[in-house]
């Protein structure tokens, strides 16, 4: 008797060791304690992209008993400074107006400084054309008049740019611009939002009072680096420090999705459900990092290419919107619906109350 039960104790001990390696404990979110529904006070908002149109509407109006407000990605230009509409946009117009109207959520429109040239090419962040439309009075005064027409003549809330990689020299030229731009924002009704890169030289600038700043609290790590997560609890923290004598109301704006990097080949963004794709079809054993709290795992491709993947999912965006929450910034911008899966969706909704 005391030989099978010796026995029994053996085969139970062997069986735990047994299911424990099969487990990804590294990755186990049991422990961790996320949002409950009901938040606390603050503003979700989001960008869609028109190149997912379809997916971005679909999490909006997942999305829609929470959110505020919604950004509409992107306008940009032609080589001349004119404005460049996507067909995308265009076609897709109606349905975003149907679920922002029926939800009251406010539509901004996007312009960034993007540009397509004669053969069809997009030159992304492209400081030149910045310095182009900005660089004195009356170049600024005519472009900003093409911002708020396009803006009130297609029903938008608001305008918000997303001028990026702007040089320099070119700052004092920004800053006037925003500043101009508000005051004709104001005189039409309408909300303006101007984003900043992290890297973007604020502590020497005055920013000035009347726009809604929204700090992008991403691109940590990306196309340019090595592997890494797109955000982690010190980045957050340097970016909320960072703004804080920013005027008027900010938001930090984090990133959905991540990146797989493949030695010798161009680094590619995947979403979340893209990522989870890739995990499926690889049998992937994701690992989560302590100071991002992202996820992040190795394959090799069918050709023997080695990847490694970075992520963010739902316990990855509840951790950074507390972290930002900590700081004291409430108003947290999504970039951005579409490739999301609903749990994620679900638990960034936890934060708020609309």
Known sequence: ?????????????????????????????????????????????????????????????????????????AVYFKNDGSLYIPEELTQRYGEISNVTNKNNINRHISFVNDVIDEKGDIIQKDANIVRKLLNNPEERAKH???????????????????????????WPDFISFCGELYKRCNEKKLNLRVVLEPKAPIDR??????????????????????????????????????????????????STGGFDWQNGAETKGVTESEALDIISVYKCLPA????????????????????????????????????????????ICVWRFGGNVSETLEQVKNNFIK
């Open 1 to 73: 008797m005391k030989l099978k039960k010796r026995i029994c104790f053996i085969l139970i001990i062997m069986c735990i060791f047994s299911l424990s390696s099969c487990s990804d404990t590294s990755a186990d979110t049991r422990n961790i304690n996320l949002s409950e529904n009901g938040g606390e006070n603050g503003e979700l908002s989001a960008w869609i992209s028109y190149w997912d149109m379809e997916k971005g509407i679909k999490e909006l109006s997942k999305t829609s008993d929470k959110i505020t407000s919604v950004s509409v990605f």
């Open 205 to 254: 600038y005055n920013l000035p009072d009347g726009p809604e700043y929204i700090m992008m609290a991403y691109n940590l790590y990306g196309l340019s680096t090595e592997p890494g997560p797109k955000a982690d609890v010190d980045f957050i923290k340097q970016l909320s420090e960072k703004i804080n004598s920013i005027p008027g109301k900010k938001w930090l704006a984090f």
């Open 288 to 331: 989560r990092d302590e100071k991002s709290g992202c996820l992040y795992f190795y394959y090799t491709d069918e050709n023997g290419g080695d990847h490694t993947v970075w992520y963010a999912d739902n316990v990855t965006l509840d951790l950074w919107i507390k972290t930002a929450k900590e700081q004291g910034y409430s108003d």
């Open 144 to 170: 900003i008049e093409s911002l708020i027409s396009y803006a009130v003549n297609n029903g938008y809330f608001g305008i918000e740019i997303d001028y990026e990689k702007v040089d320099e020299k070119t």
